[in-house]
């Protein structure tokens, strides 16, 4: 019996740790998906705000590049802090604009890099994007 | 030895060789005119345009023509051409437009910074360069890549339009800055990628920004001095307009009309008509004898129709203005609320058509929506509307009654609403022709048309207005027309007095190139993949090709030097068709999936800068001249 309680402890303790990182994992990863590219509220309002900036015009429909760079070759390198640099102050000098007077990208800028590194990761489709409740 | 002459502002710079020695016609037609003090006398542009050897504005002449009477260089020796120079622009963006040719000196200009160099045609050295300082913040408000479509001339100054609305005039003979002017605010978006267009002593010019909400307008400087002389919006009221209510005219119910009170406030919510678009980027005309101005508007304000109801006017309209007060005598709209992005900047070539025993002054034009116009350039009236390109389906014909298209559902974003997908829309947004110029052979009374061979997904989607940020308010999926040739172009012959396609010659891709008719019996144009092509005039037989190093979205000129005909290009890809849509066009489409569109582009060319400039070999032009 004993050697059974030590079993199931250790049984529970091995289960919470795998808990523990698939937790850790799906923290590291900004966003939610599931089938038919649903996402989390917040990635959705990202890729909102893709749409609604026009950022295809520079960096593709599907984040592949452009007069500006692939995102989602960028996105598997730059840090989330860079990210919102980026963002906010432009790279004028190469046809960034800035966007920190964007109501829009002000809100959403972390919704934004959630949606273009699961682009990056390849779990979120090119396209549209649907929100998870609906 | 390079000198450097201070220029009005300090942070432009204007670098002369040596002091100017050209003799100078310019300064003679000048005296002779002051002298006469006859107004109707003709401008020293005009003289130089007259003369063939010169190519003295982007089109040739005031009519859009883009035809030289040269014919050194023709059908029967046009296999002979070779490069006899070359010359790096420095930039590596599209290239569109094309150099100017006045006596011994070309013009030549660039994409964003809009460097300017005069190159001497004896032994091509650098004359004078002016390099503006345009700041960087303007570069990601152009829309589709940092085109420039060319400089004028006039009045011995050469003028550029920069990307961040300066227009600047500069001497001709040392490129020190005249005067300069202030058309527009990149803050707001507000950029400009047109040449300026020099008729009589006035120089009109436009914007760009129709991504932007920006409202479009021409505007009329003094070519002396750079003084405002007017300003005309597309939307608006009838005062911003320059129209008089009850004498301006437009097309309806099969005769001609005054527009009416608020014709164009009628046709918008609101104030949505100050975020109208309606802008004004195109090639402009001009017929002396009836003193009016031609050009095109682009499309309304946000690519989502279901915000803005109504017919948006006057976007998408062709108007022809008085030159000296720019008031409208006419208007015509061709895609009343616009659904498809279908601006109508593309050029008004003014020519003579025959209706019965008639001879009618007539202005022919190829709309983004694929029908070609040809309408009366006096009075407005409609006279043919076809489509130029078979494929199209959006709407099945435009109504000649009412001159307004009859749009078919199945192909209508407007109609199914904001997030849907609706497909296999032909022509797409950038039309079956955008701005690459035509050309037109007064001989054999045809248009020669680069055109797109493109349909599209489209998507609306709910946008709202930031100031300096885009407004576009849809995501579109391009792709070759299906069920066609699987490419993506056509180089066709279009007949203007009965709206018909003579003959049309299949391209892998979209032909963004200026083509360029002449006595020799060719006409030419270049391809994005590079090469520059001559072709009959009489049946679209290829002569001759030549592959330049990158895509060519220029327009091609002809010019004679010491008796000697050149023909030349800028070879440099970019714009919506180069960088935008090679590159854009990733998506696995069913079209793509059957030819390879645009993404094969990469396969064939990249990016480039350099003029290229072709001639026969001596011994073909003796040949040439003994025919």
């Known amino acids: ?134 | 030895m390079l000198l450097e002459t201070s220029a009005n502002n300090d942070e432009e710079k204007t670098i002369m060789n040596k002091p100017y020695a050209r003799p100078t016609k310019a300064a003679l037609a000048a005296v002779i005119l002051s002298c006469s003090g006859v107004m109707a006398a003709a401008t020293e542009l005009e003289q130089d345009m007259r003369d063939s050897a010169n190519w003295a504005s982007q089109a040739g002449d005031y009519a859009n023509h883009r035809f030289s009477s040269l014919n050194q260089i023709n059908a029967a020796n046009v296999g002979k051409l070779q490069v006899a120079w070359t010359m790096s622009t420095g930039v590596l963006r599209g290239h569109e437009g094309s150099p100017l040719v006045i006596g011994d000196t070309m013009y030549l200009h660039s994409p964003f910074p809009n460097n300017v160099y005069a190159v001497n045609l004896s032994d091509q050295t650098i004359k004078w360069k002016y390099e503006p300082k345009q700041n960087v913040n303007v570069v990601p408000v152009m829309c589709c890549d940092t085109v420039n479509r060319g400089l004028a001339f006039g009045d011995g100054k050469i003028l550029l339009q920069q990307a961040d609305t300066t227009l600047v005039a500069l001497d001709a003979k040392t490129g020190a800055v005249v005067w300069k002017a202030q058309n527009g605010d990149p803050k707001k978006g507000e950029t400009n990628t047109n040449a300026p267009h020099v008729f009589k002593d006035i120089v009109i010019t436009g914007i760009s920004g129709g991504e932007f909400g920006v409202r479009g307008r021409l505007i009329a400087y003094d070519l002396k001095t750079g003084k405002n002389l007017w300003t005309a919006w597309s939307t608006g009221p009838d005062a911003d307009l320059l129209f008089d209510p009850s004498e301006t005219m437009t097309w309806t119910n099969g005769k001609l009309a005054p527009v009416g009170k608020d014709s164009s406030l009628k046709t918008w919510t609101g104030e949505q008509w100050k975020l109208g678009g309606g802008t004004t980027w195109g090639w402009y005309s001009y017929d002396p004898t009836l003193n009016l101005v031609y050009y095109g508007s682009g499309n309304p304000g946000t690519w989502n129709p279901s915000q803005r109801p109504g017919d948006n006017k006057w976007s998408m309209t062709i108007f022809a203005r008085d030159l000296n007060t720019g008031m409208a005598k006419w208007v015509f709209q061709m895609t009343p609320h616009d659904e498809w992005d279908f601006d109508g900047v593309n050029e008004m070539v003014l020519l003579d058509i025959k209706r019965g025993n008639r001879t009618v002054p007539a202005l022919a034009h190829f709309d983004r929506n694929g029908f070609g116009y040809t309408l009366n350039r006096e009075t407005g009236e409609l006279l043919v509307a076809e489509k130029f390109d078979p494929q199209v389906n959006w709407a099945s014909k435009v109504d000649m009654m009412t001159g307004r298209p009859i749009v078919d559902k199945r192909y209508s974003p407007g109609t199914t609403g904001p997030d849907v997908d609706v497909k296999n829309i032909c022509p797409a947004a950038l039309g079956s022709k955008d701005e690459q110029p035509s050309s037109y052979d007064p001989r054999t009374g045809l248009i020669y048309v680069p055109t797109n061979h493109v349909c599209m997904t489209y998507e609306p989607f709910q946008v709202e207005y930031t100031a300096g940020q885009p407004y576009v308010g849809a995501t579109l999926t391009m792709f070759p027309t299906p069920g066609s040739h699987g490419g993506m172009g056509n180089f066709i012959a279009w007949d203007p007095a009965v709206g018909k396609i003579v003959w049309s010659k299949p391209e892998r891709f979209s032909v963004w190139s200026g083509a360029l008719a002449t006595a020799g019996d060719v006409v030419f144009y270049g391809t994005l993949e590079g090469y520059l092509k001559a072709v009959s005039t009489k049946d679209g037989k290829e002569l001759w090709k030549f592959k330049t190093p990158s895509g060519i979205i220029g327009n091609v000129f002809t010019y004679s030097y010491l008796g000697k005909q050149y023909v030349g290009v800028y070879s440099g890809i970019g714009g919506w068709a180069g960088i935008g849509m090679a590159a854009g066009l990733q998506q696995a489409t069913e079209g793509l999936g059957a030819v390879g569109g645009y993404k094969d582009l990469a396969k064939y060319t990249t990016l480039g800068g350099s003029l290229f400039v072709f001639a026969l070999p001596d011994s073909g032009t003796r040949s040439a001249s003994n025919n």
């Open chain 1, 1 to 134: 019996m004993k050697a059974h309680r030590v079993f199931a402890v250790l049984v529970v303790v091995c289960i919470s740790v795998l808990v523990a990182k698939a937790d850790d994992a799906s923290s590291e990863a900004p966003y939610t998906v599931q089938p038919g590219n649903k996402t989390d509220q917040k990635t959705y309002d990202g890729w909102r705000t893709w749409r609604a900036l026009a950022c295809e015009r520079c960096h593709g429909a599907e984040q592949e590049g452009m007069v500006g760079p692939s995102l989602v070759e960028s996105l598997k390198t730059m840090t989330k802090e860079q990210f919102h640099t980026t963002i906010m102050d432009g790279r004028p000098d190469r046809g960034m604009p800035p966007w920190n007077g964007s109501a829009m990208m002000q809100k959403n800028w972390e919704g934004l890099y959630a949606y273009l590194k699961g682009r990056s990761d390849g779990k979120i489709a090119p396209g549209h994007v649907y929100p998870l409740q609906n």
